[in-house]
């Protein structure tokens, strides 16, 4: 690079950042936000919603196919689970303050505006003008207050701790005060990753019960909620009167379909017009038909890990064998088995959808090599010179033959295994309780995890030492996440998160496979027709295509 | 006969309440189901909330009371997976796995009953052996490959028949006037599952009906008739066709319960929303109240035929319920 060159950039970027700045205190101006807490503030990065007011009466049903059963406890945001799955319904049904969405992470969604004192002991949301629930009740603050009360599901517990008490300020105007600072509110009370920001009616909820919500929700989102046969379909019907648009297509029906075969089979007669998790075997069947189109939608990372490495007489406790394990993968032809080749290997094991995250394409991290013979030399060096037998190889449910040729690579550099095929719940038990679950310490197990909440929530899930499905537990990945913990300083802990991730890799805890597209098949009944379709899918950290009142179809026959 | 019904009555209770009890014990040694629902991760203090919720932190003897006081209220308690009420979700789903149900059974008495008759009648010629093939294949071709050969064909290729569901007819239980309307409406979308659930029950149905009639068409009395010159059109019609269907039905009362209870293949392929799905949904995810309220309505429907068999057949022949 030149030096003018430079001095352009550089002015180019300071011209930008002055646009940006004035734009910021323009907008804030226009919508009248008048400061709620008194202080100083952290700057949060919360993009403003995307009001679509011009838009015609809904149209047509948009039948979409999950991959397992469904669960009606999804369409209560009290009882959230950590599934992503979930959202898929709190996104049709539900409204939470600020969530994901297209334009950006975390986006204004009922609040307009949201305030974090600096010291992380308060923050302040105020809510839009006007909203209501499904049955024309207004939504207000008690209903905010409410639910943060009497929510029971993830994260509840911390939520609970931290909380010193709720101070309505006036219908629109909500601020929490916290015992101590809690740094990660705004992440976690963002709609991706909790259900305690999706707001609940509080006088329906009183009025019906657990069971009566479950079994006929209400909301402020998009969709109001008809019908359900409990485990096999719900159906919803637009509200017209969603405050940032009205929903494009007029009905909504989600059916639980487990059988690939039968959600292409669905696809193909015309009977749904979305079918979730179309990876794998049937993939080249949707590639090939010219009436269906597809969507990569990249997720997150498949990995392996060594539960009870760090045993001394585990043979993966040698990080040359953990090494030579990473060497012996073919990732490229694992990419065009399992996904015909739209997969890209990667090189760290955490989705790089989360801002957080080192990027595993070269850039951070190098892309993981493939390299039989120096697989061998590295073993040669270890107590394993020619290889040796460990108990189980146990992939991710149900991809079954991706654990085969991982194992057929393995035996190639001497390291033998017999694979261990488990039911989708059962490996999640096993996952669930960290090394406890695997018994032995010869057992290299293949998962894949789109956890939102950034990187840090899927390194504290896995790679430190008192979280129950602990797999990694390293005496200095724990001294950088105690640092990380107890630091009030965003970029240091960014550091911090950053440092323990390359840890990871380069040590081969963690050996990444390839970045895994989890392929969403479209039928032609879908608007617009081509390639506009891929609009849908430009929310982040989103393994279903959110927000759902965007989508359009053709109108029924 | 009154103290025969008493005491077959008391031993299909005594059936009831083992079965249940098994069924109790069973499921617990699958493992955890908290872990199932809390994800990778999940706080401690989530799954205990989970496990309150639940109510399996209480003494499993605690558990076992609780569970059996509800069962004589008519509670089977809330799915663990479902979130809902199994006897809500139970009955909602019961309709349609009769419905499926009863129509495989027809299709299987209707391929089965009059091929194994003809293979009876003409038995070691070509007809014999066309009935043996066509039994053959009903046995050895799994109904989800039936399934889907028939998506493929009839569903995708021709477009003639919808692959998924039962279609829009409801049978709602506090509503009377669904209910004819369910049972005639949607055939379409009965046909493919009902045909490859029952064509696989056809198979043993044909054998069955053969090995009878075969046995009647042997028998002394049947000499006699022939004997008598009776046209042996009437001979089948009137006297072995009667004597042969005894087996023949009471194997298809049994299929048919099977049928209505556990066509899970079927159900999955076509995406029916029957019991089978439930109960297998139940067990992949040690959902304890499903599995057990499944079992005990499968269980109550068998023990209950018995029961009618048992007194029918007490009825019909005292020296049965004499010897008890």
Sequence with gaps: ?557 | MRKYVLLRGFYSLVTLWLLVTIIFAMVRLTGDPVAMKGEIGADATYLERIKHDWGLDQPVYWQYTGFIGNLLKGDFGHSFEKSLPVRDIYFERLPNSLKLGFAAFVISLALGVPFGMLSALKVNTWWDNAGKMIALLGLSMPGFFVGLVLIIIFGVQLGWLPVLGKGSSAFVWSNPATWAPFWFRDWPHLAMPAFALGWYFSGAMLRITRSGMLDVLGSDYIKLVRLKGVPERMVVAKHALKNSLIPVLTFAGLNLLIMVNVAVVIEVIFNWPGVGQLLYDGLSNRDFPMVQGVVLMSGLMIVMLNFVIDVLYGYVDPRIRLSR
């Excluded at chain 1, 015309?270 to 939608?297: C, H, I, S, Y």
């Excluded at chain 1, 094991?349 to 892309?367: H, M, Q």
């Excluded at chain 1, 149900?398 to 057929?408: A, C, H, K, N, S």
């Design chain 1, 1 to 557: 690079m030149t030096r003018r060159t430079g001095i352009k950039e550089l002015l180019a970027l300071i011209a930008a950042l002055a646009l940006v700045a004035a734009a910021g205190e323009a907008a804030a101006q226009k919508g009248g936000q008048t400061p709620i807490l008194s202080g100083p503030l952290v700057k949060l990065d919360i993009k403003e919603a995307q009001i679509e007011t011009a838009k015609g009466k809904p149209k047509g049903t948009f039948r979409i196919a999950q991959h397992f059963a469904l669960d009606p406890g999804w369409l209560d945001p009290l009882e959230h689970i950590f599934a992503l799955t979930m959202q898929t319904y709190d996104y049709l049904v539900h409204d939470a303050l600020i969530k994901p969405m297209p334009q950006g992470e975390a986006t204004y969604s009922l609040a307009e505006h949201a305030e974090l004192a600096a010291d992380f002991r308060r923050a302040a949301f105020r809510l839009r003008p006007g909203l209501k629930f499904h049955d024309g009740q207004p939504l207000s603050t008690a209903d905010v207050k409410w639910t943060y009360e009497n929510y029971k599901g993830a994260h509840a517990k911390l939520f609970r701790d931290k909380l010193e008490h709720i101070q309505i300020v006036d219908d629109r105007t909500i601020v929490f005060h916290f015992k101590e600072p809690f740094l990660e509110f705004m992440d976690l009370y963002n709609g991706a990753v909790s259900g305690i920001g999706w707001i609940v009616p509080k006088h329906y909820y009183e009025k019906v019960g657990r069971d009566g919500f479950k079994a006929k929700p209400i909301g402020a989102g998009p969709y109001k909620f008809v019908s359900q046969q409990a485990g096999v379909q719900m159906d919803f019907e637009a509200w017209e009167e969603y405050w940032r648009r009205t929903p494009a297509a007029k009905t909504i029906v989600v059916k639980g379909i487990r059988d690939n075969a039968a959600r292409l089979a669905g696809l193909q007669t015309g009977e749904l017009d979305l079918a979730f998790g179309m990876t794998g075997k049937v993939l080249p069947q949707v590639m090939a038909d010219k009436n269906l189109r597809w969507v990569p939608n990249f997720t997150s990372v498949w990995h392996l890990a060594f539960p009870g490495y760090n045993e001394p007489d585990s043979p993966f406790h040698d990080k040359r064998v953990r090494q030579a394990v990473s060497l012996a993968i073919n990732r490229e032809f694992l990419v065009r088995q399992e996904t015909q080749g739209v997969g890209k290997v990667w090189g760290n094991w955490i989705s790089p959808e989360n801002r957080d995250a080192l990027k595993g394409d070269g850039k951070d991290l190098p892309l993981p090599e493939h390299n039989i013979a120096k697989a061998k030399q590295v073993l040669a060096q270890t107590k394993f010179p020619n290889g040796f037998e460990f108990e189980w190889f146990v992939p991710f449910v149900p991809y079954f033959d991706m654990g085969e040729r991982i194992l057929t690579d393995l035996r190639a550099v001497g390291i033998r295994g017999k694979l261990q095929s488990l039911e989708g719940p059962a490996f999640r038990a096993k996952m669930g309780q960290g090394r406890k679950g695997f018994p032995g310490n010869r057992t290299i197990v293949q998962n894949i995890d789109p956890r939102p909440g950034g990187a840090k929530a899927t390194i504290g899930v896995y790679a430190v030492c008192g979280s129950p499905a602990s797999i990694v537990c390293e005496p200095q990945i724990e001294e950088l996440w105690t640092k990380h913990e107890a630091s009030k300083n965003l970029d240091e802990r960014d550091r911090l998160n950053k440092a323990i991730q390359k840890i990871l890799v380069e040590e081969y805890y963690m050996v990444p496979i390839y970045w895994n597209p989890f392929v969403h098949a479209i039928g032609p009944r879908v608007l617009p027709e081509g390639k506009g379709i891929e609009r849908y899918y430009d929310t982040l950290h989103a393994p279903y295509p959110w927000p759902w009142e965007v989508w359009e179809v053709r109108a029924d026959r």
